[in-house]
């Protein structure tokens, strides 16, 4: 599909080619110089400010709503404002209708202070956040490398113990007759040396 976005875009990607970008405040100077038509639209800051919230509709609906059967299946869906609560579905726009009921309570209205709890971001992981000061805080232009690649809060991922580590202690703690026994490599059938096969064999 060729339309007025993809047109957009590729502005943006002329732009960013030719600019040196470290921060999130650069991006946003490239998006908004790249065209007339472009401006950037933050939906959080590097600091952790969150601009547009995330709401956990699933947790806050189910509490309300029942979940339609098999909803994936069907194609054509009808509500009226005559019967509040009610879905007409139709695999088919020839096939035969059938209603449902997605409220649990019919006399439930929602309001609009009734929102369900934010989630918030989770942030880059402290594999991530390690990669990123050590590996690109170098390229950061300067006076933004604490905002893009800060230190991080937690110890580097090899000072924590490790999973492998901790099953190899308990591996030793466990007698030998209980230990997990290795297979055995494979035996060349003709020189009963290991390796090769009897088709490779050169004895």
Same mark, same amino acid.
């Not at 002329?14 to 401006?39: H, P």
């Not at 170098?138 to 937690?154: M, N």
């Given at each position: 599909?060729?339309?007025?976005?993809?047109?957009?875009?590729?502005?943006?990607?002329? $732009?960013? $080619?030719?600019?040196?970008?470290?921060?999130?405040? &650069?991006?946003?100077?490239?998006?908004?110089?790249?065209?007339?038509?472009?401006? +950037?639209?933050?939906?959080?800051?590097? &600091?952790?400010?969150?601009?547009?919230?995330?709401?956990?509709?699933?947790?806050?609906?189910?509490?309300?709503?029942?979940?339609?059967?098999?909803?994936?299946?069907? #194609? #054509?869906?009808?509500?009226?404002?005559?019967?509040?609560?009610?879905?007409?579905?139709?695999?088919?726009?020839?096939?035969?209708?059938?209603?449902?009921?997605?409220?649990?309570?019919?006399?439930?209205?929602?309001?609009?202070?009734?929102?369900?709890?934010?989630?918030?971001?989770?942030?880059?992981?402290?594999?991530?956040?390690?990669?990123?000061? $050590?590996?690109?805080?170098?390229?950061?232009?300067?006076?933004?490398? &604490?905002?893009?690649?800060?230190?991080? +809060?937690?110890?580097?991922?090899?000072?924590?113990?490790?999973?492998?580590?901790?099953? @190899? @202690?308990?591996? @030793?703690?466990?007698?030998?007759?209980? +230990?997990?026994?290795?297979?055995?490599?494979? $035996?060349?059938?003709?020189?009963?040396?290991?390796? #090769?096969?009897?088709?490779?064999?050169?004895?």
């Amino acid at each position: 599909t060729k339309f007025a976005p993809d047109w957009c875009f590729g502005l943006l990607k002329q $732009r960013f $080619r030719k600019t040196y970008v470290s921060s999130l405040e &650069d991006l946003v100077e490239v998006v908004n110089s790249s065209a007339a038509v472009n401006t +950037a639209q933050l939906v959080g800051t590097q &600091d952790g400010e969150v601009i547009v919230p995330c709401y956990d509709w699933s947790s806050f609906l189910g509490k309300y709503m029942n979940k339609v059967p098999k909803m994936k299946s069907c #194609h #054509h869906f009808t509500f009226s404002s005559a019967s509040p609560g009610i879905v007409t579905l139709k695999q088919y726009s020839d096939s035969v209708s059938t209603t449902f009921s997605i409220l649990k309570d019919s006399e439930w209205v929602p309001s609009a202070q009734d929102l369900p709890p934010t989630i918030p971001p989770s942030g880059l992981s402290n594999n991530c956040q390690w990669y990123l000061y $050590r590996q690109i805080r170098e390229f950061c232009r300067e006076g933004t490398e &604490d905002q893009t690649c800060p230190k991080p +809060a937690l110890p580097p991922p090899e000072e924590l113990p490790r999973v492998e580590q901790a099953e @190899e @202690e308990a591996l @030793e703690t466990v007698p030998a007759s209980q +230990a997990p026994k290795r297979p055995c490599p494979r $035996r060349c059938g003709k020189c009963g040396e290991t390796g #090769h096969t009897c088709r490779t064999c050169t004895s």
